[in-house]
């Protein structure tokens, strides 16, 4: 930076500091004055500033809600068929993975009006386990996560 | 956001504006939780998670409704109850426990499925309250009959109780909150009430409120003098739900 840049920026921190002086020793009726003759009314005026505001926070919001849909409709064309293996195995490998979870991992379940798993049940578990990386689709070391 | 449920606080981060808006899969997703709808044969719902990410199951059978709570309910459980076994059982509506993990997942997906803030707006259409108000609501926020009775009249729409009966006796009830706790309803639906008619008489629902001394609804010596309408109709093969509504104003005087 050379000198006639410091120079500058000294008169340009003077100004600043002399315009913040100004605006601090106005009185909040001569500001509102001051702005009622150059804008308008004040409250209708913010009244506008917080409608934009609020409708800039409701639309990166509402972009959320979009973001969330569209992953749904991408996650729905990826689900997989389950493949056929047998019961007594499925059985034994849900027991096994529920069983041995480690406690590093965070294991959540809760199930409405839980009575015995049927068949189908054991399955749908056990894809819901592979699909979340607890159990390797191909598994055959017996399901140790 | 002062003043809000967590599951309201939910939606608004969501910009959820209207109840057309309350996606719920979106809002699983949102939470990464995805949402599979698959035969289900020892519950109707569950939800496995590992660290951050679950997957939600509902049972394919299930009518919308019902299909429409029990994500919610599994969605409460996630915000919750994450990192936790639980092993939920048949409940009636409202579990004892006012901390129990169900009763903490049913009312987080009542706030979620008919958020305060939304909800109000929608019932304020409708100055009366009644079965056909309820089912109007009910339509708006794609909930059943007996969920939506009961925001209404726990929200205090109108002074009222909502008393679901079976062959059995009074199965459980709701008081608005004007209503004061000394008007407690019989256990058995006294053989006066137009209910008494829909359970056991083979009747068909009543289309609008009758008048009733309030001595059928409630066993006290005061109910004598006061009269309430009451509305009915049948939830289950065998279970009934009615609106008792309190239009003298001298039963919502506190003693």
């Known amino acids: 930076m050379t000198r006639a840049d410091k120079k500058a920026l000294r008169a340009l921190s003077r100004l600043a500091n002399a315009l913040v002086e100004d605006v601090l020793a106005t009185s909040d009726g001569e500001i509102l004055t001051e702005f009622t003759e150059t804008h308008g009314d004040p409250r209708k005026n913010s009244d506008a500033m917080r409608s934009l505001f609020e409708k800039s926070v409701l639309n990166v919001r509402k972009a959320r809600l979009r973001a969330a849909q569209a992953g749904v409709t991408a996650d729905r064309t990826s689900a997989t068929a389950r493949k056929i293996v047998s019961i007594e195995d499925a059985r034994g490998k849900l027991r096994r993975v529920l069983a041995s979870c480690p406690p590093h991992v965070k294991f959540t379940l809760a199930a409405r009006n839980e009575d015995e798993l049927s068949d189908a049940d054991v399955l749908g578990m056990l894809q819901d386990l592979e699909e979340l990386g607890v159990v390797p689709p191909d598994d055959k070391s017996g399901g140790h996560p | ?255």
Request: one cysteine or more; charged letters at 25%.
């Open chain 2, 1 to 255: 956001m002062k003043g809000l449920t967590p599951a309201e606080r939910l939606l608004q981060d969501l910009g959820i504006s209207e109840p057309q808006e309350i996606d719920l899969e979106a809002i699983a997703f949102h939470l990464g939780a995805r949402v599979r709808f698959r035969k289900l044969e020892g519950c109707e719902a569950r939800i496995i998670g590992c660290n951050d990410t679950a997957i939600i199951t509902i049972d394919h059978s299930c009518s919308p409704t019902r299909k429409r709570f029990s994500l919610a309910h599994e969605i409460g459980h996630w915000t919750h109850h994450r990192g936790q076994t639980l092993v939920c059982r048949v409940e009636e509506w409202r579990p004892q426990d006012k901390m129990s993990p169900e009763r903490v997942a049913n009312t987080f997906a009542a706030d979620l499925l008919m958020p305060k803030y939304l909800f109000a707006t929608a019932a304020r259409a409708y100055p009366k309250l009644n079965f056909k108000t309820v089912a109007g609501i009910a339509g708006v926020f794609r909930t059943s009959l007996t969920a939506t009775a009961i925001r209404l009249v726990d929200l205090g729409h109108s002074p009222a109780l909502l008393v679901c009966h079976s062959s059995l006796g009074r199965k459980w009830f709701t008081r608005g909150p004007d209503v004061t706790s000394r008007w407690f309803p019989r256990d058995n639906l006294d053989a006066d009430t137009f209910a008494f008619g829909v359970l056991h008489g083979g009747q068909p629902d009543d289309t609008m409120p009758h008048r009733m001394g309030a001595e059928a609804w409630f066993d006290r010596w005061e109910a004598q003098k006061h009269d309430v309408y009451e509305q009915t109709v049948r939830t289950g093969d065998d279970e009934v739900l009615t609106l008792v509504l309190i239009t003298d104003s001298r039963m919502l005087e506190e003693y």
